[in-house]
């Protein structure tokens, strides 16, 4: 099986495209530079330029490239950048995927829960309708994006992932430094759910949905979300480190991040993969304490 991965530099992109080669399977990167191996063809999502031999004779996408949320403050430049990176690249894969002749008939799409907004306690699934606020508006536009594909008779597959933990990078990564001075705090109220997948079990997902005939929606996170104060509780545990006394105060959370604050770290939602588990999918970690015992 020959695999095209978008954004496999990135922490998702290398641990799935590690696993993809280990499985035996033949991974071509598309990057935005000058290629400088055989397994390398050259992208320009924002000019919908793709070597037109990227995806001769592949059988899947995986499309994950996109600018980080949380890399930077939300100004109303970031934010433009955020929706234009993911929807003008989306739309040129897409594209370039139905006009394809002898192309990939399969692409797993990444996407996000942001999708539903804040659910505060309510569980959800991927039958729930959109959301509120930014992240939600940002995330119906990069799943629309790829209806030429889908339009073209590919099976395409919108994986709502939810945080991905490592050791490595990502969201975990940058709060480590805190947890292990001992300066770990819960977030605003506490109460807000994450939904959350540890980095072996969003890889081992992705490649049942290629290896599975499930289109749509599918929500890439574990099946026991927690609340912040767990999530926080958990951490400290698996670190052997104290948190601090008293939680980060909302209006100083807002203040330091401005919008990503409000959206991202105080807002709650409790997400399950209900489409994964109906399928038979299997978590190798579906509590937070054994993903992070497994990932730190």
């Given at each position: 099986?020959?695999?095209?991965v ?6 998702l ?23 400088s ?10 000019n ?10 592949a ?86 994006a ?58 081992d ?11 749509g ?12 104060a ?32 409000e959206?991202?770290?105080l ?8 489409r ?21």
């Open positions: 099986m020959t695999t095209v978008t954004g496999s530099s990135g922490l992109g290398t641990a799935l495209a590690d696993a993809l080669r280990a499985d035996g399977h033949e991974v071509r990167r598309l990057v935005r530079r000058p290629p191996g055989p397994d390398e063809r050259f992208w320009d999502p924002a919908g330029v793709l070597d037109p031999g990227a995806l001769e004779g059988d899947a996408v995986v499309h994950l490239a996109g600018a980080g949320i949380g890399d930077r403050r939300w100004s109303e430049a970031y934010k433009r950048e955020l929706v234009d990176s993911r929807v003008s690249g989306t739309r040129t894969l897409a594209e370039a995927l139905a006009r394809a002749e002898r192309g990939p008939r399969v692409l797993l799409s990444s996407s996000a829960i942001g999708f539903y907004g804040d659910t505060g306690d309510r569980a959800v699934d991927e039958s729930a309708p959109s959301g509120t606020g930014f992240l939600a508006g940002l995330v119906r536009e990069w799943e629309a790829t209806a030429p594909a889908a339009e073209a008779g590919l099976r395409v597959s919108l994986m709502r992932s939810g945080v991905v933990l490592s050791g490595r990078g990502g969201a975990l990564a940058r709060m480590l430094p805190l947890f292990k001075m001992g300066a770990g705090a819960v977030l605003g109220d506490g109460r807000q759910y994450v939904s959350w997948i540890s980095l072996p079990d969003w890889v997902a992705a490649r049942f949905l290629l290896a599975h005939d499930l289109d929606p599918v929500n890439l996170t574990a099946p026991e979300p927690v609340t912040n767990e999530y926080t509780a958990a951490l400290a545990k698996a670190l052997r480190r104290p948190t601090m006394p008293v939680p980060a105060p909302r209006f100083a959370l807002r203040l330091a991040l401005g919008e990503f604050a959206e991202a770290l807002a709650g939602q409790r997400v399950l993969p209900r994964l588990l109906d399928a038979g999918h299997r978590f190798a970690h579906p509590t937070i304490g054994e993903a992070l015992s497994a990932v730190l």
